[in-house]
C-alpha cells in the first residue's frame, strides 16, 4: 500500500475508505465459491456453523429423549427404532464431534474470527485470502465424511457408523469398529484439521504482519490477542492429533501396531497423544469468547476494559499452561503417582489466570453505567456460568476425587457448563454484538431477550442435576441407567425441551429479521464500543480500509 | 518419599478433625446434606433422587467423601462471591443508578490480591488433595489398630484377585491353595442378568445385578490386578471410590479394604462397544468363614458357590421404585 496514511478513527462511515464498486452479486455463486473476501468467508463459516448446530442438536435431543426413562425405548433395535445400544454410541460420539469441530470451532474462530480480526486490526483482509477460501470449503467436506460415516458399517455390517466417543480411543477405534466407518471418520477429521490449520497460520500472519500503522501488539483488541492465542494453540496441537488419527489408520489398514499390545504397541500411547491435543482443544473453543466478552462487557459498561495487559497476558497463559496438564484426562489408566501428582499441580494453576479475568470483567463492570442490551445479557450469564464450570473443573482436577467422577455425568456436566454454558454464550454474545454490523439489519430485540432467558433456564435446568448424577455414580455414554438415576435424568430432559423452545425462538427472531430488514446503523452501541468496526458502515464495503487507518490514541480497547 | 506423605496425612486427619470440631460445623453440616440421599437410607447403590455421593464403604472412602466436601464449601463460597458481586455490580452501576462512568482500568492493589488470593485457596486445597491420591493410589504396610498403635500388615492379610474386562462381562481369577497344597485358580464370569430375569430373582437390581457376584472376605486387604482382553474397560466401585480402567496388554492395580459387610455395586466405566452399559459389577463382603467355604466350592463349580452365597448373604430387598410406573 503506498497511499498516504490518513487519520480514519473519527471517520463513521465514510465510503472513501471502502469500495463497493467490483462486490460481486449476492447471487454469484463465485462469490462464494471462489471467495477470497474474509467478511464473505466469515458469513460462510457462520451459516455452516448454524447448520452443524441443528444437526448437533438434533443429535443430543436423541439422547436426551432416550434418558428420560431408565430402559431402552428408542434404541431397542426393534423394526422401526432409532437403533440399537450400538447407535446411540455412534449419536453421543457424532454429537460431540459435531459440536466441537463443525460448530464452535468453524462460528468462533472460522465466522467471528475471520470477519472482525482485519478489520479490528486494520487491514484490508487476511494475509492470504485464497487460502481462506480453501480453509472455509474443506469444511462442508469434511462434514459430509463424518455424516456419512454414520451409514457405512462400523463394527459390521448391521452396526453402522463409530460409537467410540470423540476421543477415538483404540483398541475399540481400530479393531473394535473393522468396518469403513472409522476410515471416513479419520479422513474427516484429517481435513477439518488441515482446514484449521491453514486457517491458523492466516491469522498468526495476519495478526503479526498487516496491523495498521500505529497498532502496536500492545494495542491490538483483546478479540484479535485471543484468536492470536488461538491460532498458535491450533499450530502447535492440531499436527499432534494428525499424527494420532495417522496412526491409527495405519493400525487399521497398513498393518502397524502403534496401538496394539500384541506387537508391542499401547493404547495409552494414544491417550497421551490424543490429550495433547485435546486439552489445548478446549482452550482452542473457549479463548476466542473470552476476547468476545471483553468487548462486549466494556462496550456495555462505558468503561474500557480493567487491566488490559493482565487480560491480554492471562489469556497467554491459559494458552502456554493448557500444554502441560493434558493427563488430568486419564487419571484413571493406571498412572504412577508422583506423574499424577504433577498433573493435579500443574491443572490447579490454570484456576489463577481464569480467575483473573473473571475478577477483571466484573471490575470493568464497577463503576460503570450498564446498560442490559441483548449481548450484555449473554455476557453477564457467561461470566456466572463459566465460573460454574471452572469450579467443577477445580473438583475434578484433584485425582484423589476424580477416582470418584471419571466419566460419570460429573464431567459430563463440567464441560457442558463450560462449552454450552460457556462458549455457547459468548457465540450467541458475538451473534447479537455484532449482527447489525454483519448483516445490515437489526436484531428483533424482545425475540432476543427471550432466546436468553429461555436458554439460561433451560441449559442450566439440562446441565445442573446431571452433577448430582455423576456424584452419585451414573456413568457417561450410557443408553440405559440403573432406576434410581431416573428423577434428575427426567429434569435434565425437560431442560432439554426448553432449550429446544429457545431455538426456536432463535430462528424466528432470525427469520422476522430478515422479513422486518430494519436498517442498521455503523455504531448502534455508543461510544463506547471503539474497536475499528464500528468506524465502518453496517454492512462494512466489500474492500476496507483501502487506505489504512492511523492508530493514533492508546485507550478505548 | 510415601512416609512424609502419610505422616502428613495423620496430622492433617487430626487438623481436619479439630477444624471439624471448631471451624467448619456449619460447612460440614451442609455439604453433610448434600451427601445423603434425600431421605434415603444407607445403601451401597445409587439412591433414587440423590443430591451426592454413595455412603463411604471403607476409611479411604470416607477421606474422599470429606475432601469433596471441603473442597464443595471452597467452590461453593467462591461462586457465591462472585455472584454477589455480579448482583452489586448490576444493581448499582446500571445506566440508571450511575448515569456516569468512571474511568478507571487498574488498580494494582487488587490485582495484586486477586492473583495471590486464589494462590492461597489452591495451597489451601492442594495440602490435603495430596496425601489423599497418595493414600489411593500406594499399597499401605501398616495399618492402625483399635488401640492406637500401628502393626505391619502381614501378606496373609491381602487377597489378590485378578480382574479381566471383556466385551462384555468381568472374568475373576483368585489363586487358592486345594487341599494337596497345589494351586488351583478359581476363575468365573460375571455377566448382568438380564431385565427380564430381575423380577424373578430376589433382591436384583436391574442393570446392576450380576448372575456370580465377587464375594470377598471382611477385614481383609484387596489387591486387585486389572486387564482386558479386547478393549478398554474400567472397573468402578462408587461406594469405595475406586475407578481403574482395564486396558489390553497392560496390568493395572488397585486396592482396598474390605471393611464392611454388604452388597456393593458398580459400572463399566469406559466405552467399550455396544453393552457398555450392561456389564456392571456386583461385590459382597462376607465373613472370612463364608468367604472360605465360597471359593472351595468355586474352584469345582461356581454355580454351587453362587446358590450358596445367595444362602447365607443375599442381597437386601430391592428398594421401592420412587419413579412413575412404565
Known amino acids: 500500500?503506498?497511499?498516504?496514511?490518513?487519520?480514519?478513527?473519527?471517520?463513521?462511515?465514510?465510503?472513501?475508505?471502502?469500495?463497493?464498486?467490483?462486490?460481486?452479486?449476492?447471487?454469484?455463486?463465485?462469490?462464494?465459491?471462489?471467495?477470497?473476501?474474509?467478511?464473505?468467508?466469515?458469513?460462510?463459516?457462520?451459516?455452516?456453523?448454524?447448520?452443524?448446530?441443528?444437526?448437533?442438536?438434533?443429535?443430543?435431543?436423541?439422547?436426551?429423549?432416550?434418558?428420560?426413562?431408565?430402559?431402552?425405548?428408542?434404541?431397542?433395535?426393534?423394526?422401526?427404532?432409532?437403533?440399537?445400544?450400538?447407535?446411540?454410541?455412534?449419536?453421543?460420539?457424532?454429537?460431540?464431534?459435531?459440536?466441537?469441530?463443525?460448530?464452535?470451532?468453524?462460528?468462533?474462530?472460522?465466522?467471528?474470527?475471520?470477519?472482525?480480526?482485519?478489520?479490528?486490526?486494520?487491514?484490508?483482509?487476511?494475509?492470504?485470502?485464497?487460502?481462506?477460501?480453501?480453509?472455509?470449503?474443506?469444511?462442508?467436506?469434511?462434514?459430509?465424511?463424518?455424516?456419512?460415516?454414520?451409514?457405512?458399517?462400523?463394527?459390521?455390517?448391521?452396526?453402522k457408523g463409530f460409537g467410540g466417543g470423540w476421543v477415538l480411543y483404540p483398541p475399540l477405534s481400530t479393531s473394535g469398529h473393522p468396518g469403513s466407518s472409522m476410515d471416513l471418520l479419520i479422513l474427516s477429521l484429517h481435513i477439518a484439521g488441515i482446514s484449521s490449520i491453514l486457517g491458523a497460520i492466516n491469522f498468526i500472519v495476519t495478526i503479526l504482519n498487516m496491523r495498521a500503522p500505529g497498532m502496536?501488539?500492545?494495542?491490538?483488541?483483546?478479540?484479535?490477542?485471543?484468536?492470536?492465542?488461538?491460532?498458535?494453540?491450533?499450530?502447535?496441537?492440531?499436527?499432534?492429533?494428525?499424527?494420532?488419527?495417522?496412526?491409527?489408520?495405519?493400525?487399521?489398514?497398513?498393518?502397524?501396531?502403534?496401538?496394539?499390545?500384541?506387537?508391542?504397541?499401547?493404547?495409552?500411547?494414544?491417550?497421551?497423544?490424543?490429550?495433547?491435543?485435546?486439552?489445548?482443544?478446549?482452550?482452542?473453543?473457549?479463548?476466542?469468547?473470552?476476547?468476545?466478552?471483553?468487548?462486549?462487557?466494556?462496550?456495555?459498561?462505558?468503561?474500557?476494559?480493567?487491566?488490559?495487559?493482565?487480560?491480554?497476558?492471562?489469556?497467554?497463559?491459559?494458552?502456554?499452561?493448557?500444554?502441560?496438564?493434558?493427563?488430568?484426562?486419564?487419571?484413571?489408566?493406571?498412572?504412577?503417582?508422583?506423574?499424577?501428582?504433577?498433573?493435579?499441580?500443574?491443572?490447579?494453576?490454570?484456576?489463577?489466570?481464569?480467575?483473573?479475568?473473571?475478577?477483571?470483567?466484573?471490575?470493568?463492570?464497577?463503576?460503570?453505567?450498564?446498560?442490559?442490551?441483548?449481548?450484555?445479557?449473554?455476557?453477564?450469564?457467561?461470566?456466572?456460568?463459566?465460573?460454574?464450570?471452572?469450579?467443577?473443573?477445580?473438583?475434578?482436577?484433584?485425582?484423589?476425587?476424580?477416582?470418584?467422577?471419571?466419566?460419570?455425568?460429573?464431567?459430563?456436566?463440567?464441560?457442558?457448563?463450560?462449552?454450552?454454558?460457556?462458549?455457547?454464550?459468548?457465540?450467541?454474545?458475538?451473534?447479537?454484538?455484532?449482527?447489525?454490523?454483519?448483516?445490515?439489519?437489526?436484531?428483533?430485540?424482545?425475540?432476543?431477550?427471550?432466546?436468553?432467558?429461555?436458554?439460561?433456564?433451560?441449559?442450566?435446568?439440562?446441565?445442573?442435576?446431571?452433577?448430582?448424577?455423576?456424584?452419585?455414580?451414573?456413568?457417561?455414554?450410557?443408553?440405559?441407567?440403573?432406576?434410581?438415576?431416573?428423577?434428575?435424568?427426567?429434569?435434565?430432559?425437560?431442560?432439554?425441551?426448553?432449550?429446544?423452545?429457545?431455538?426456536?425462538?432463535?430462528?424466528?427472531?432470525?427469520?422476522?429479521?430478515?422479513?422486518?430488514?430494519?436498517?442498521?446503523?455503523?455504531?448502534?452501541?455508543?461510544?463506547?464500543?471503539?474497536?475499528?468496526?464500528?468506524?465502518?458502515?453496517?454492512?462494512?464495503?466489500?474492500?476496507?480500509?483501502?487506505?489504512?487507518?492511523?492508530?493514533?490514541?492508546?485507550?478505548?480497547? | 518419599m510415601f512416609d512424609i506423605v502419610l505422616n502428613m496425612r495423620e496430622e492433617l486427619r487430626e487438623t481436619r478433625k479439630a477444624m471439624r470440631l471448631h471451624g467448619l460445623k456449619l460447612g460440614a453440616a451442609i455439604a453433610g446434606a448434600l451427601t445423603v440421599g434425600a431421605g434415603a437410607a444407607f445403601a451401597n447403590e445409587p439412591v433414587a433422587m440423590a443430591l451426592g455421593p454413595q455412603p463411604a464403604a471403607s476409611a479411604v472412602a470416607e477421606n474422599v467423601t470429606w475432601f469433596h466436601n471441603y473442597v464443595m464449601v471452597i467452590i461453593t463460597v467462591i461462586t457465591i462471591f462472585v455472584t454477589f458481586l455480579l448482583g452489586w455490580v448490576i444493581l448499582k452501576f446500571n445506566a440508571k443508578a450511575n448515569p456516569v462512568p468512571a474511568k478507571f482500568s487498574h488498580n494494582t492493589a487488587i490485582e495484586v490480591i486477586w492473583t495471590v488470593a486464589p494462590v492461597l485457596i489452591l495451597f489451601a486445597i492442594a495440602i490435603f488433595s495430596f496425601p489423599l491420591l497418595f493414600e489411593q493410589d500406594v499399597e499401605p504396610t501398616k495399618q492402625k489398630l483399635e488401640n492406637g498403635e500401628y502393626a505391619e500388615i502381614a501378606p496373609e492379610d491381602w487377597v489378590t484377585i485378578k480382574t479381566y474386562g471383556r466385551q462384555w462381562y468381568w472374568s475373576y481369577f483368585i489363586d487358592t491353595e486345594n487341599a494337596d497344597g497345589e494351586v488351583e485358580v478359581v476363575e468365573f464370569d460375571a455377566r448382568m442378568i438380564a431385565e427380564d430375569d430381575i423380577p424373578s430373582t430376589p433382591g436384583a437390581r436391574r442393570n446392576l445385578s450380576t448372575d456370580n457376584p465377587l464375594v470377598l472376605p471382611q477385614g481383609k486387604y484387596i489387591r486387585m490386578n486389572l486387564a482386558a482382553s479386547d478393549v478398554i474397560h474400567s472397573w468402578a466401585m462408587p461406594a469405595f471410590r475406586l475407578k481403574t480402567d482395564a486396558v489390553p496388554g497392560r496390568l493395572n492395580q488397585l486396592w482396598f479394604k474390605a471393611e464392611k459387610l454388604g452388597v456393593y455395586y458398580g459400572q463399566c466405566s469406559e466405552l467399550c462397544g455396544r453393552d457398555h452399559a450392561f456389564m456392571p459389577i456386583e461385590m459382597r463382603i462376607v465373613p472370612q468363614d463364608q468367604y472360605d467355604q465360597w471359593l472351595s466350592l468355586a474352584a469345582n463349580d461356581i454355580d454351587e458357590a453362587t446358590t450358596y452365597i445367595n444362602q447365607v448373604a443375599p442381597r437386601p430387598a430391592a428398594p421401592v421404585r420412587v419413579a412413575s410406573a412404565q
Open chain 1, 1 to 159: 500500500m503506498t497511499t498516504e496514511p490518513t487519520i480514519k478513527r473519527e471517520a463513521v462511515a465514510d465510503h472513501h475508505d471502502g469500495d463497493h464498486t467490483g462486490a460481486p452479486s449476492v447471487w454469484s455463486p463465485a462469490r462464494w465459491l471462489f471467495s477470497t473476501n474474509h467478511k464473505d468467508i466469515g458469513i460462510m463459516y457462520l451459516v455452516f456453523a448454524m447448520f452443524a448446530g441443528v444437526i448437533g442438536f438434533g443429535l443430543s435431543g436423541m439422547i436426551r429423549i432416550e434418558l428420560m426413562e431408565p430402559g431402552v425405548q428408542y434404541f431397542t433395535g426393534l423394526e422401526g427404532s432409532w437403533g440399537d445400544q450400538h447407535n446411540y454410541n455412534v449419536v453421543t460420539t457424532m454429537h460431540g464431534l459435531t459440536m466441537i469441530f463443525f460448530m464452535v470451532m468453524p462460528a468462533l474462530i472460522g465466522g467471528f474470527g475471520n470477519f472482525f480480526v482485519p478489520i479490528m486490526i486494520g487491514a484490508p483482509d487476511m494475509a492470504m485470502p485464497r487460502m481462506n477460501n480453501i480453509s472455509f470449503w474443506l469444511m462442508p467436506f469434511s462434514f459430509g465424511l463424518a455424516l456419512l460415516s454414520m451409514f457405512v458399517p462400523g463394527v459390521n455390517e448391521t452396526a
Open chain 1, 216 to 557: 502496536t501488539i500492545h494495542k491490538m483488541p483483546l478479540f484479535a490477542w485471543a484468536l492470536l492465542i488461538t491460532a498458535f494453540l491450533l499450530v502447535l496441537a492440531l499436527p499432534v492429533l494428525a499424527a494420532a488419527l495417522t496412526m491409527l489408520l495405519t493400525d487399521r489398514n497398513f498393518g502397524s501396531q502403534f496401538f496394539d499390545p500384541a506387537g508391542g504397541g499401547d493404547p495409552i500411547m494414544f491417550q497421551h497423544l490424543f490429550w495433547f491435543f485435546g486439552h489445548p482443544e478446549v482452550y482452542i473453543m473457549i479463548l476466542p469468547g473470552f476476547g468476545i466478552i471483553s468487548h462486549i462487557v466494556s462496550t456495555f459498561s462505558k468503561k474500557p476494559v480493567f487491566g488490559y495487559l493482565a487480560m491480554a497476558y492471562a489469556m497467554a497463559a491459559i494458552g502456554f499452561i493448557g500444554f502441560i496438564v493434558w493427563a488430568h484426562h486419564m487419571y484413571t489408566v493406571g498412572m504412577g503417582v508422583e506423574l499424577k501428582a504433577y498433573f493435579v499441580a500443574a491443572t490447579m494453576v490454570i484456576a489463577v489466570p481464569t480467575g483473573v479475568k473473571i475478577f477483571s470483567w466484573i471490575a470493568t463492570m464497577w463503576g460503570g453505567s450498564i446498560t442490559f442490551t441483548v449481548p450484555m445479557l449473554w455476557a453477564i450469564g457467561f461470566i456466572f456460568l463459566f465460573t460454574v464450570g471452572g469450579v467443577t473443573g477445580v473438583m475434578l482436577a484433584n485425582a484423589g476425587v476424580d477416582h470418584m467422577l471419571h466419566d460419570t455425568y460429573y464431567v459430563v456436566a463440567h464441560f457442558h457448563y463450560v462449552l454450552s454454558l460457556g462458549a455457547v454464550f459468548t457465540l450467541f454474545a458475538g451473534w447479537y454484538y455484532w449482527f447489525e454490523k454483519m448483516f445490515g439489519i437489526k436484531y428483533n430485540a424482545p425475540l432476543a431477550a427471550l432466546h436468553f432467558w429461555l436458554m439460561f433456564i433451560g441449559t442450566n435446568m439440562i446441565f445442573f442435576p446431571q452433577h448430582f448424577l455423576g456424584l452419585n455414580g451414573m456413568p457417561r455414554r450410557y443408553v440405559d441407567y440403573p432406576d434410581a438415576f431416573e428423577f434428575w435424568n427426567r429434569i435434565s430432559t425437560y431442560g432439554y425441551m426448553i432449550t429446544a423452545v429457545a431455538m426456536i425462538v432463535f430462528f424466528s427472531g432470525l427469520i422476522l429479521s430478515m422479513i422486518v430488514r430494519k436498517k442498521a446503523e455503523a455504531n448502534p452501541w455508543g461510544e463506547y464500543a471503539t474497536t475499528l468496526e464500528w468506524t465502518l458502515s453496517s454492512p462494512p464495503p466489500f474492500h476496507q480500509f483501502n487506505e489504512l487507518p492511523v492508530v493514533k490514541n492508546a485507550g478505548g480497547h
